[in-house]
């Protein structure tokens, strides 16, 4: 039975008691005992009905309700098939991609022949989980080449992603940068360059770095949000030559500068004052 502790709230011209708002401090030894009183009996009480094995029956019955598997509809884009699939009694999805066919039925059939139809696994959450426990990946993203897959990914449950770049040809790692809270990525239009925005101390979106594939160098950063309400977003145009850097609070949406990316350079130049978007195209 939880504690109560005499407090008054008031808002509005309105008081009303709250004698569980101790609550807030997570730090209160008394929380902790709580929390663990709680699970001690949810699991003596659960352990100890029908026969002990209740935990396994419910278990058992919320797989049997499930689809042994689950296919996305594959997604065409330039030579490739991509979709996700679960596999039969695993937890997470797989993506994988397929070469397409040619078109007609002597594409199919050369196709056929040149085993175009063999599934290549790009990433396995399964994998991963096996190997921390968990995993949850965010974002998700495949250069324009098909070369690179670029994900964060969270191994804790604390919500702070981490950033990895997987060559696809390789198969291997390339690039993880320590930095941790990385949410949205974009590619450039040649696939050697990867924007990724990190949060600050307060999990708020607020820098744009810049990391080039074939560089040892580190993300270089190119726009910080210094507005403590606003949280910065990326996302691309559809033909990958635009990087459009978004500034949002709750109430507003709005890109302030129009940025020109400069081949063969690290430098970005003010052009226009209308848009923050970065031409990436070389």
């Known amino acids: 039975v939880a504690k109560k502790v005499p407090f008054t709230v008031s808002a509005h ?22 929390l663990a009183a709680e699970n001690a009996y949810a699991d003596a009480f659960v352990g100890a ?28 884009w330039g030579p490739w098939s991509y979709y996700q699939y679960v596999p039969n009694g695993m937890e997470y999805p ?26 290549e696994v790009l990433l396995d959450w399964n994998e991963i989980a096996e190997k921390f426990g968990y995993v949850h990946i965010g974002s998700c993203r495949i250069s324009p080449n098909h070369r690179f897959l670029a994900y964060t990914l969270d191994t804790s ?23 941790k809270g990385i949410v949205s990525l974009a590619w450039a239009h040649d696939s050697e360059n990867l924007l990724y925005t990190v949060c600050d101390e307060t999990l708020r979106p607020n820098q744009v770095f810049c990391k080039k594939m074939q560089s040892d160098e580190a993300g270089l950063l190119v726009f910080m949000e210094d507005d403590v309400n606003c949280c ?15 500034s949002n609070t709750r109430t507003s949406s709005e890109e302030g500068f129009y940025f020109n990316f400069i081949p063969n350079t690290n430098a970005f130049c003010d052009v226009y004052h209308i848009y923050l978007v970065f031409d990436c195209s070389f």
């Open 13 to 34: 011209g309105r008081s009303w008691s709250d004698p569980y708002h101790w609550m807030r401090d997570t730090s209160d030894p008394d929380f902790a005992a709580l």
């Open 49 to 76: 009905a029908g026969g002990g094995g209740l935990r396994a029956r419910l278990a058992a019955e919320m797989r049997a309700r499930l689809a042994p598997s689950a296919v996305s509809p594959p997604q065409p």
């Open 232 to 246: 910065v977003d990326i996302t691309s145009t559809k033909d990958f030559k635009y990087i459009t850097v978004n």
């Open 94 to 119: 797989v993506l994988s991609r397929k070469l397409r066919s040619s078109g007609g039925l002597a594409g199919r059939f050369l196709s056929y022949l040149s085993d175009w139809e063999k599934e």
């Open 157 to 179: 449950g604390g919500e702070l992603f981490s950033l990895e770049v997987k060559d696809l040809q390789s198969k291997h790692v390339i690039f993880s940068p320590p930095d």
